[in-house]
């Protein structure tokens, strides 16, 4: 799949961004590479290869390294919250943004 420069201008558009004529032919020779790498990686044959949760799984059993689920910093809540113009029940207050 290659795009053009109409594509990229297109999505420029989309986003809300204004590039440069340099800048949409950059973009363009970085987007075309990186779906000729996607279209490479499809090209392979993945018949028979289970899927991994994890590339250490080819390793065998993978047994996590997970630390304690302990408190290293004490709770500053009431210093936090000082300067917050409303607070209820520990928690900031904030205007109703969706009705």
């Known amino acids: 799949m290659a795009l053009t420069f109409k594509d990229i ?6 986003a809300r961004l204004e590039l440069r004529p340099d ?9 075309n590479g990186f ?5 490479q990686m499809q090209a392979v044959n993945t018949d028979g290869v289970e899927p991994l949760a994890h ?3 080819l390793l065998g059993e993978v047994a996590l390294r997970l630390r304690e689920d302990i408190a290293s910093e004490p709770n500053q809540r009431e210093a936090s919250q000082a300067s ?5 029940r520990g928690l ?6 969706i009705e």
Do not use: D, G, I, M
Request: charged fraction near 20%; hydrophobic fraction near 55%.
């Open 23 to 31: 800048e949409t032919e950059h973009t363009l020779s970085q987007l």
């Open 55 to 57: 590339p250490a799984a």
């Open 92 to 97: 900031f207050l904030v205007p109703k943004v």
């Open 35 to 39: 779906f000729a790498l996607v279209e």
């Open 84 to 88: 917050a113009p409303a607070v209820e």
């Open 9 to 14: 201008e297109r999505v420029a558009n989309l």
